[in-house]
């Protein structure tokens, strides 16, 4: 079986990242301080683990609530604010929950919508905006956080957000008519695809507006930089 491994790139350095007891991991953030975020699991049946490293140290994080079994840490920002989502199962009831992670306060929330199943945080921006991905009984559905005030970001129902800049620009994915990468701001909504390919999806964005993700063929990566004519720069396996 496929076992993933996370890893930095530093310029021309390619660094392994050492989980301890880990059978695999994923890196999901990291902050301008060289700060991870991600998650990873020790054993195929094994339930996952959230971690921070910090300037080489190894920090587990896991939520500290009655009933957890799984925890994933997946945005990071400046402040060293972590975001993330739990699994807990109490009385007979699998549940997930967003979380913040602020120093050593620990937050959980869940979005207030009507019939909502599971709160998943994916992204934070040094303003301390939230997005992330909630469910109902049919469909996934993103979410913006600003304090205690809860957002539907996109005008399709399974529009769905990874990151924020802090600009309030959000990258994600939408299903209508296959799936798409999109960049959302206060004006506008633009797809993204790849150019010749049905699947794309946009996970990170940064302050100047540049894009990573992947698209299907060959499961390969994407940088798109914003120019005068829009350009998405595939990037090969090795």
Do not use: C
Request: hydrophobic residues 35%; aromatic residues 12%; without cysteine.
């Amino acid at each position: 079986s496929t076992v993933s491994r996370a890893f930095m790139k530093d310029g021309a350095s390619f660094t392994i990242l050492d989980i301890p007891d880990s059978l695999s991991s994923v890196a999901s953030g990291i902050n301008n301080a060289g700060q991870i975020v991600g998650r990873f699991q020790q054993s195929p049946q094994g339930f996952g683990h959230g971690f921070l490293i910090n300037k080489g140290v190894f920090t587990q994080i896991d939520a500290p609530y009655a009933g957890v079994f799984e925890t994933a840490a997946y945005g990071i920002n400046e402040k060293g604010q972590i975001v993330g989502a739990f699994d807990d199962f109490i009385n007979g009831k699998h549940g997930q929950h967003g979380f913040l992670k602020d120093g050593d306060q620990f937050i959980r929330f869940d979005v207030p919508f009507p019939d909502a199943l599971f709160t998943r945080a994916t992204g934070i921006n040094d303003a301390g905006q939230i997005v992330g991905v909630w469910q109902d009984a049919t469909s996934l559905h993103g979410f913006l956080k600003v304090g205690d005030t809860y957002t539907s970001t996109s005008p399709f129902v399974t529009g769905i957000p990874f990151d924020i800049n802090d600009l309030g620009q959000m990258v994600g994915y939408v299903i209508k008519g296959g799936q798409h990468g999109f960049l959302q701001d206060t004006n506008s909504y633009t797809f993204i695809d790849v150019p010749g390919d049905p699947t794309t999806a946009a996970y990170g964005i940064n302050n100047k507006g540049q894009i990573v993700g992947t698209f299907h063929s060959g499961g390969r990566g994407f940088l798109a930089t914003p120019v005068s004519s829009p350009l998405v720069v595939p990037i090969n396996n090795p």
